[in-house]
């Protein structure tokens, strides 16, 4: 239904377009007397068929699907009446699978098939209800529109400022972004919060949302004390920053500084490409090659090491890391002018003196943003920890033990089969507000530095 | 003269009379005032612009010569930071009256700018795209007509008749300069503003270009921005001369470069300052 | 330059041994420093080298396959009984039946034995009648014919044949040899001392597990002293909490744990220690017959047709199980007989002695041929290595890319043109742009929790469709392909949006005339670089369902599907060899996927760029 809705929209918009267009060069005179092209008469008369039906989708295409459910669900007698969400979402399917004629016979109850039988019919009523009713809205617009066709008619400012509107409803998607992500962890969180206290989440030091305490307990699955995830997030994150930070670093001062232009043609390409490898990518190899062989090092070496060890994860996040850190250093290191390079060479400084004492201390808030978000970036990785650091809280910084991670726990807690409302469930989302939040801040202080930073030198 | 202006007078229609030894006014100004931000760029300036004739516009640099023209096709909307007051009016009609579409304006007061600024399409494109969003051809024959007469009388069909589908950023310079003022002739305007439009040519490619202009004199209002005493000498009829936002004195050309009331002129145009 | 300076009315010294050395330090320290730039650059394209490589070759194995070419009789009772000759019938025919028995008449032996026959079954793929089956519903002329098809076999045996499951070495026989009988339990006597060679490597072998072990005992011998520390430790405390009569329980608990533990260590250290001295004295008395168990290599002998798997092993004769029966007990010339050493312990491996020995004949009879592995590139997933191609993954991809460049294109760029061209300078207009520039920083998980939270449960979007990841990949990349466009608007001069002005050109036209379609090369190299990057996230789209087991290609943007990194991901957690080289197979197809992309945008950016 909803692609004969769309193909619906397009059809008006053609057909509009091009009536429009011929009224307005049919008019008296000829073109020179017109204000607007015949063009765009034609593309306001398209908008105003096409605006009206498309604000009957975006209200009737939520609605209408809940109107038929909550219709259908009415039907049930009350034995069947859904209690929770859970019971709601299995009786909906059921209901669907009848609807859709893949139900199984006689895996359903008969009143069951009955609304569902209900269900299917009201579903293609309201679906070519709302079709009829989006032609006529668009039929009415066009028609409205193509009487406003005369000479003198601003069809081209009318439909500039259609399009300004569209302009800046595009640009609100990224708002609407931050406003989606911050609702729907912040929802979810209180949830949870209003389940499990804050502070034993945020300060717990026990982390086992697999294993429930009592099994009569209700809503509570296990401990969520958060503090092990933090700190194996933190050491992952340290070890990373510890391969990246110097490497980064130093790559890019010897590329903003010693490089000819010949070893950067070479090694930007290189970085680049190191930078484009997925994640996934990351996580197989620090899984497969580098984990085994950091055991087997530590065990030739007499050291008990995990075989999700934190170093593994650490080790190849950082090298992850090491072009993201060297293209922001670079930048910064570029922004810091050559004025004060030559005060210092002129002074008798070798290179080396130079960069040490003049350009990093000049550069050093811009590095320091960089280094900001880099970090950011280690905490909020996902795949890597997922593929190859470990799933229990361990509140160690042992980098050769294993310690899950924010991120980790995020995805083991929401992949596979979810409970409707489960702590379990919530809790994910409460890591994701940590994570979110904490990213947000370092992220804002960073840029905010770096803006700080380029205005001093522009 | 001021007093013509009777502030009597409809606020959309605003008048003048011929002044002595001109042509008509085509375009008039009462005490224009642009100010970007808190700058006060160009201050209380009143005067008329000839109709097919050209008038020249001197004075030293930062003085306020190319915001004053770009008042004349309200180019200084484009700049949020740019608020204008005071009248500006074409043939009586008051431009900066809200209900006038800017478009329309722009599509009767053309303008070349100081460095040449060809689309990067095709001579035939670059001409033929004024007259095509102004809907001013009814088919492809007049519009190639359009184009080639544009072209004629900036002076440069002969040369470029062959290629008029390679690119214009191909052309010289002072080609260039003439494809962009075929390309403000091609939508028929009646005032035609020019922003230092040799500025960046050699004395030939000058040279030909105030050769068009004097010949387009006979069709178009024209003003010319300049830094050259000699151009300004050359090819205009009347000149004015600014100084800090100031309008300091307006005459006929050979009046202001004979015989100028005021002192600041004379200084600037026997050197003195610059 | 003169020899001294002056500096405020002090002579620089600039000759002195001390000056000069001073100087030559500076220069090390410079020449220190560079090397570390050096360093770590080098670092980097080592990491880029290790991981490219390291993956390559993983990835060799996926790219062929191993594949038999067998005589199969076409019976119509198996294919088409009833006689309908009707191609739906045929192709639900029993097509795997006639293959076995084609194999099970090279191996008679085993048609007795239920399990053995199930061994010989299983190394055929569960899908082997493919080729099959596509080459009788094409003709079914076929039928009650002998026809020669390519045979699929497991992903053990494919691996066998490309020598991953176990090294093999063929040792040869320099006397006669006689073996006592064609089936059972035989003894086979050499007349030169032909088994001498493999005793040593099997004694060798025993040496390597004696190495291991003591390695092992030493580790526990760590875990029991510092056990025993404990233990005094907590008797101390205990004697001491007797005194004062607090927490006396719990450390009577730690201390019988410690003691028990104590117990359990010694007897395991006791048994290792038995174990080595036992094996190093094997070691030791060389020549010294073997007994064979599945911890040691294995020794098969080929000898008149059949094999001989040996139990025993001495110098000149072995006793052993017979694998494939012999034809007769003839002595056998030294030429005609070899025997076979197998690296891998049998308990290490997949594959049994036995499932090898039909192996090494069927491949003795050159019916093993190796080709360039189209399955992989044709088929879905599976949970049979063998099986497994990526194209379900990257049809997934496809369409969830569409998604997001069908959503991401056209609202990126609308929201670069208003900020850069029309978007007054105010508060809301920094708002959305610094607004931009964080969620370009924000976790990639995040937009998981949102597609979660939003998509599929407050819209109630498909699950695990193209159509939910592209719209979540498309919130992803917006403000990359955002900050790319505004670049290159603004790289756009302004004289050309004065020029289009100056004919009376309206704002707008004078942007999508004009300055959009000269910033259009730098738009779109924003956005393939955006979408690379959405082609290669994993992460939200795991949260979204996308790592659901797919075994059907997608046929649209609304039905369950995968994509290729999540495959990767899907495949790299599997335990088998053989999906360890899909998984890089798979990864070596996305990084050339993302090659090309950023190739094309390199391309885009040199061919396009203007100087102006
Ligand atoms: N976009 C702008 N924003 C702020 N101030 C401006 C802007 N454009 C011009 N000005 C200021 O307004 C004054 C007049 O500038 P204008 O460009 O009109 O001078 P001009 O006479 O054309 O000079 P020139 O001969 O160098 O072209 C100058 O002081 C200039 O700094
Ligand atoms: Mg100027």
């Known amino acids: 239904m909803t692609s004969f809705y769309f193909i619906a929209i397009a059809a008006m918009a053609v057909i509009a377009f091009v009536l429009g267009r011929q009224r307005a060069a049919a008019m008296p005179g000829g073109t020179r007397q017109l204000h607007s092209l015949p063009v765009y008469h034609g593309l306001f008369a398209a908008s105003a068929a096409v605006i009206p039906m498309l604000l009957i989708a975006i209200v009737l295409g939520p609605l209408l699907p809940r109107l038929v459910e909550a219709h259908a669900l009415g039907l049930l007698p009350t034995d ?15 209901i ?21 039988e209900a269900y299917g019919s009201w579903r293609s009523f309201a679906g070519w209800g709302a079709l009829v009713l989006g032609i006529v809205a668009g039929v009415a617009g066009m028609l409205l529109s193509l009487r406003t066709v005369a000479p003198g008619f601003r069809a081209r400012n009318r439909f500039e400022v259609i399009v300004k509107i569209v302009l800046i409803a595009c640009s609100a998607v990224a708002i609407l972004t931050t406003v989606g992500i911050v609702f729907s962890v912040l929802f979810e969180t209180l949830r949870f919060f209003a389940r499990y206290p804050w502070y034993d989440f945020l300060f717990g030091l026990q982390w086992s949302p697999q294993t429930a305490i009592r099994t009569d307990q209700v809503g509570q699955s296990g401990a969520f004390g958060a503090v092990p995830l933090f700190v194996g997030t933190t050491l992952i994150m340290l070890i990373a920053m510890c391969v990246a930070g110097p490497i980064g670093l130093f790559s890019a001062i010897y590329m903003a500084e010693y490089a000819s232009p010949r070893v950067r043609s070479v090694v930007k390409p290189l970085l680049e490409i190191l ?64 004025s004060l390079r030559d005060g210092s060479y002129g002074m008798g400084a070798t290179k080396s003196e130079t960069i040490k004492k003049v350009v990093l201390p000049a550069a050093l808030s811009g590095l320091v943003s960089a280094f900001m978000l880099a970090i950011s970036r280690a905490v909020g990785e996902t ?58 801040i370092l992220n804002v202080i960073a840029l905010k530095i770096v803006q700080r930073y380029r205005e001093q030198y522009d | 003269m001021e007093a013509m202006v009777a502030d009597a007078r409809p606020s959309a229609t605003i008048r003048s009379v011929p002044s002595e030894g001109f042509k008509p006014a085509k375009v008039i100004t009462q005490d224009v005032n642009v100010y970007y931000g808190q700058k006060h760029a160009l201050k209380h300036v009143t005067i008329d612009i000839p109709e097919r004739s050209v008038t020249a516009f001197i004075g030293p640099s930062g003085c306020g010569k190319s915001t004053f023209l770009r008042c004349f096709n309200r180019m200084n909307d484009t700049i949020s930071a740019a608020r204008v007051t005071g009248k500006i009016g074409i043939d009586g009609l008051d431009i900066y009256d809200p209900s006038l579409d800017v478009v329309q304006l722009r599509a009767r007061v053309g303008m070349v700018f100081q460095k040449p600024n060809p689309f990067p399409k095709s001579i035939y494109e670059n001409v033929a795209y004024g007259p095509r969003i102004h809907g001013i051809a009814a088919s492809k024959a007049e519009l190639d007509d359009i184009v080639a007469s544009s072209l004629r009388k900036a002076g440069l069909f002969e040369e470029v008749k062959d290629r008029l589908n390679e690119s214009g950023t191909g052309l010289s310079g002072g080609q260039q300069q003439r494809l962009c003022i075929a390309r403000a002739i091609a939508v028929g305007p009646e005032v035609i503003l020019m922003d230092e439009p ?20 006979e069709n178009f209002t024209i003003v010319i921005v300049t830094h050259s005493m000699q151009q300004a000498a050359r090819v205009s009829q ?20 004979t015989n100028p009331k005021e002192r600041r002129t004379q200084d600037y145009i026997t050197g003195r300052f610059g | 330059m003169t020899d001294a ?32 730039g050096i360093g770590a650059i080098l670092f980097a394209a080592l990491a880029l080298v290790v991981l490219v490589g390291d993956i390559v070759i993983k990835a060799v194995p996926a790219f062929t396959i191993a594949e038999l070419t067998m005589e199969v009789n076409v019976t119509a009772e198996a294919i088409d009984p009833t006689g309908s000759n009707d191609p739906a019938v045929i192709a639900r025919g029993d097509f795997i039946k006639p293959i076995r028995d084609s194999l099970l008449a090279m191996f008679p032996a085993a048609a007795e034995n239920r399990r053995q026959r199930q061994a010989l079954y299983g190394l055929l793929s569960s899908d082997a009648a493919m080729a099959l089956r596509d080459k009788v519903v094409a003709d079914p002329a076929l039928i009650g014919t002998r026809v020669s098809v390519p045979v699929l076999v497991s992903d053990d045996v494919d691996l066998f044949y490309k020598g991953l499951v176990t090294g093999i070495e063929e040792l040869p026989t320099r006397g006669i040899g006689s073996p006592s009988a064609t089936t059972g339990t035989v003894t086979l006597l050499s007349s030169a001392n032909d088994f001498s060679e493999e005793l040593v490597r099997v004694k060798q072998a025993l040496a390597e597990q004696a190495a291991v072990l003591r390695q092992e005992r030493e580790r526990l011998r760590d875990i029991d002293q510092t056990n025993a520390a404990d233990l005094v430790a907590a008797r101390e405390q205990l004697t001491a909490a007797r005194a004062s009569g607090a927490g006396v329980a719990a450390l009577e608990g730690a201390v019988t744990k410690y003691e028990s533990d104590e117990a359990s260590l010694k007897a395991t250290l006791d048994g290792l220690s038995a174990r080595i001295a036992d094996l190093e004295n094997r070691f030791d008395t060389a020549g010294s017959p073997e007994t064979l168990d599945a911890t040691a290599p294995s020794v098969l002998v080929e000898i008149n047709g059949g094999v001989i798997k040996a139990t025993e092993l001495g110098n000149d004769r072995i006793v052993g199980e017979v694998l494939i029966p012999l034809t007769s007990t003839d002595n056998a010339q030294p030429d005609a007989w070899r025997t076979i050493v197998l690296d891998t312990p049998e308990a290490n491996r997949k594959l049994s002695d036995q499932e090898i020995a039909w192996l090494q004949q069927i491949e003795e009879k050159g019916l093993v041929s190796e080709r360039f592995n189209f399955l992989f590139f044709t088929s879905g997933d599976s949970r049979e290595a063998e099986l497994a191609g990526i194209l379900g993954a990257l049809v997934g991809s496809a369409f969830t890319m569409l998604v997001t460049l069908i959503i991401c294109l056209p609202i990126g760029v609308a929201s670069a043109i208003y900020l850069e061209e029309f978007a007054p300078k105010n508060r809301w207009t920094e708002l959305i742009e610094v607004n931009i520039n964080n969620l370009a920083a924000v976790p990639s998980i995040v937009f998981g929790l949102l597609g979660l939270a939003v998509f599929l449960n407050f819209f109630g979007l498909p699950r695990s469709s193209p159509l939910v990841g592209g719209l979540v990949l498309a919130l992803l990349v917006l403000p990359t392909i955002i900050i790319a466009s505004r670049a290159a608007l603004k790289a756009v001069p302004p004289s050309i949006r004065e020029a289009a002005l100056g004919v009376g050109a309206s704002h707008q036209q004078a942007v999508f005339h004009h300055v959009l379609p000269l910033a259009m090369p730098g738009v779109l190299t924003g956005t393939i670089i955006g979408m690379a990057h959405a082609l290669g996230e994993t992460a939200p789209l795991l949260l979204i369902g996308m790592i659901a087991f797919i075994v059907d290609v997608p046929q649209g943007i609304t039905q369950a599907a995968t994509v290729l990194p999540v495959q990767i991901f899907l495949w790299s957690d599997l335990p088998e060899i053989g999906f360890q080289a899909k998984t890089s197979a798979a990864i070596i197809v996305l990084l050339l996927f993302l090659f090309l992309m950023n190739g094309i945008a390199i391309v885009l950016r040199k061919r396009f760029e203007r100087r102006w």
């Open chain 1, 80 to 94: 069947l009446q859904p209690t929770d969400e859970l019971a709601k979402a299995t009786r909906l399917r059921e």
């Open chain 1, 96 to 116: 669907l699978m009848v609807a859709d004629g893949t139900a199984p016979a006689g895996s359903v109850a008969d009143p069951v098939v009955v609304a569902g």
């Open chain 1, 275 to 338: 930078a484009g490898v997925p994640t996934v990518v990351f996580g197989f190899f620090a899984a497969l090659t580098v984990a085994p062989f950091i055991r087997q090092l530590g065990q030739s070496l007499g050291l008990d090491v995990a075989s999700e060890s934190a170093l593994a994860a650490g080790l190849v996040m950082g090298i992850m890391i090491i072009p993201f850190v060297s293209s922001l250093s670079d930048d910064v290191i570029n922004a810091v002018p050559q």
């Open chain 1, 383 to 440: 795949m890597i920890v997922v593929m190859a650091a470990g799933l229990t809280g361990n509140l160690t910084f042992n980098p050769l033990a294993a310690v899950t991670t924010v991120t980790v726990q995020i995805k083991t807690l929401l992949v596979g089969d979810q409970e409707f409302d489960s702590a379990k469930t919530l809790s994910a989302f409460a890591l994701g507000f940590v994570l979110f939040f904490f990213t947000l």
């Open chain 2, 198 to 217: 040799c500025s960046a040519l050699d004395p030939i490619a000058t040279a030909k270009i105030e050769e068009l202009i004097d010949e387009l004199r």
């Open chain 2, 238 to 257: 009347k000149t004015a001369f600014f100084h800090l936002g100031d309008l300091v004195e307006e005459g006929p050309t050979d009046m202001i470069f």
């Open chain 3, 5 to 36: 300076a002056v500096v405020r009315g002090r002579v620089l010294d600039l000759t002195s041994d001390t000056a000069r050395a001073h100087v030559r330090r500076r220069y090390q320290a410079e020449a220190r420093f560079r090397a570390y």
